[in-house]
């Protein structure tokens, strides 16, 4: 029986824990900042904050090239000889990613290429999906196994609110008039996945105590999650007592298991500090 090995990119923000127990292989996207190329994980999250404290200036990022996911793919087949790749990867409507991918894989045999159509906790959740569906049965053929992720797809729910509006107005993402009269009101959009595309569907108002448990109610309120797992994404600077109720939140809610996950440079880059996100399967 030929090995399954699963890849996605950073953009997944999938835990180191969870990526080295699973082999699951992560191929960095890139942030520039100060001229400079850094690859996705190779930086502290805290630098492009400093960064934007000093310059008022964000960083960008950048989709992973079709050169760099040749030689992914060809270090993946000589870890693994034999394997069949499944390439779980970040949405093709926000990132060019997805598409550099299907470049490279054209040079390859047995690699197959999902489209999420999700990004950091929304991706992971379909990800570790796919990790428990195929170690539930090792023996299910790839085919099967393609066809049950991608029926997950549009099961999988992202919803974040940004930390600060004046990082999402100093990288173009709000006009300077919704980011003042936001500012002046304590109006905080939330951003979820519709369609592969990132969408603002409500505005919460008030401290971000107080907005993170009503999202977190409406979240709850709106979709079924499934209550075997639950993921929480943030980005440095989320208050620790917001996290602590938001814990308590799913332990009455009856999730059995909750993961905190960090958003990576390229996340943060887009979500700013302070922002707080929940990603889960409907049932």
């Not at 390859?108 to 959740?125: C, P, R, Y």
């Not at 969408?199 to 105590?209: E, H, N």
């Not at 075997?228 to 208050?239: H, K, N, P, R, V």
Request: charged residues 25%; glycine residues 8%.
């Amino acid at each position: 029986m030929r090995r399954i090995i699963f890849s996605t990119e950073s953009g997944a923000d999938l835990p180191s824990d969870l990526a080295y127990k699973h082999d699951v292989q992560v191929v960095p996207m890139h942030v520039i900042m100060d001229g400079k190329d850094y690859l996705d994980g190779s930086i502290p999250v805290a630098d492009i904050y400093d960064f934007y404290e000093r310059t008022k200036k964000i960083p960008s990022t950048t989709s992973t090239n079709s050169n760099e996911y040749h030689d992914f793919f060809t270090k993946i087949k000589a870890d693994f000889p034999d394997c069949i790749i499944v390439h779980i990867g970040y949405t093709s409507r926000a990132s060019s990613s997805f598409q550099n991918a299907t470049i490279a894989a054209d040079g390859f045999e047995d690699i197959f290429l999902i489209d999420a159509l999700n990004v950091s906790g929304g991706l992971t959740a379909i990800v570790m999906y796919a990790v428990t569906l195929l170690e539930s049965n090792p023996a299910v053929a790839p085919a099967r196994l393609i066809e049950k992720i991608e029926s997950i797809i549009p099961k999988s729910r992202l919803a974040f609110v940004p930390g600060s509006l004046e990082f999402l107005r100093a990288g173009g993402r709000v006009s300077n008039a919704a980011y003042l009269g936001g500012s002046l009101l304590k109006i905080k959009p939330l951003i979820e996945l519709v369609e592969g595309k990132l969408v603002s569907t409500k505005k919460y108002r008030g401290k971000m105590s107080g907005v993170t448990e009503k999202m977190m109610r409406d979240y709850l309120n709106q979709y079924k999650i499934d209550k075997e797992q639950l993921y929480f994404l943030y980005s440095i600077g989320l208050d620790e007592r917001i996290k602590q109720r938001i814990d308590e939140i799913a332990e009455e809610a009856g999730f059995k298991n909750v993961k905190w996950i960090q958003a990576g440079a390229v996340i943060s880059t887009h979500g700013g500090p302070g922002a707080f996100g929940i990603a889960g399967l409907e049932k």
